[in-house]
């Protein structure tokens, strides 16, 4: 009989905030933290801005500075679909055919930010429509960010102009 010596957890399957109102969610968000990615590499000033296309899709423009806010500007265009009824989970393409997931996992009331998330949990944004979030604010995020695993430490702070 084998046995595992497995000593990583099982994560509980991660969720979504239960409804997306697309037409409150488009518009320009500003990056507030993220885990490390290849992508982003030495970005700051990043931001997202998300517009409806007619055929349902939307269109997505993410920016950023190349190391400092005098560095060089970078932008990638790319399009995402709504994968499920919630309009919660989505799919974004920079590169056809290659896909990611794109999950919204925690949301402002007024839409004020959004925490962006990857089932495996090996992404994660936190998104605001102002350059800068209350640190109350924050510090609420990361408490349901702890309680749904998400390693925390490993969150960069995005500057922002």
Same mark, same amino acid.
């Given at each position: 009989?084998?046995?595992? $010596? ?7 399957? =991660?969720?979504? &905030?239960?409804? &997306?109102?697309?037409? *409150?969610? #488009?518009? &320009? ?9 290849? +992508? %982003?590499?030495?970005?700051? @000033?990043?931001? $997202? ?19 400092? +806010?005098?560095?060089? +500007?970078?932008?990638?265009? @790319? ?8 309009? $919660? ?7 056809? !055919? +290659? ?5 919204? #996992? ?10 962006? @998330?990857? !089932? ?6 936190? =998104?605001? *429509?102002?350059?800068?979030?209350? @640190?109350? &604010? ?10 749904? %695993?998400?390693?925390?430490?490993? =969150? ?6």
């Amino acid at each position: 009989m084998a046995s595992c $010596a497995c000593t990583e957890k099982k994560m509980p399957p =991660l969720e979504t &905030v239960p409804y &997306v109102d697309l037409n *409150r969610y #488009i518009g &320009v968000w500003y990056e507030i933290a993220r885990y490390p990615n290849s +992508f %982003q590499e030495d970005c700051v @000033g990043s931001r $997202a801005t998300y517009s409806l296309r007619d055929d349902g899709k939307i269109s997505v423009l993410n920016e950023c500075y190349d190391r400092s +806010f005098d560095g060089r +500007f970078r932008s990638a265009k @790319g399009t995402a679909w709504i994968i499920d009824k919630t309009s $919660a989970k989505l799919k974004v393409s920079f590169f056809w !055919p +290659f896909s990611g997931d794109y999950w919204i #996992i925690d949301l402002g009331s007024d839409y004020e930010y959004a925490v962006i @998330g990857h !089932p495996k949990r090996t992404y994660l944004w936190i =998104l605001s *429509r102002t350059k800068t979030m209350e @640190g109350k &604010v924050y510090e609420e995020i990361l408490s349901r960010l702890k309680e749904r %695993q998400y390693e925390t430490a490993k =969150l960069i702070m995005t500057p922002q102009k």
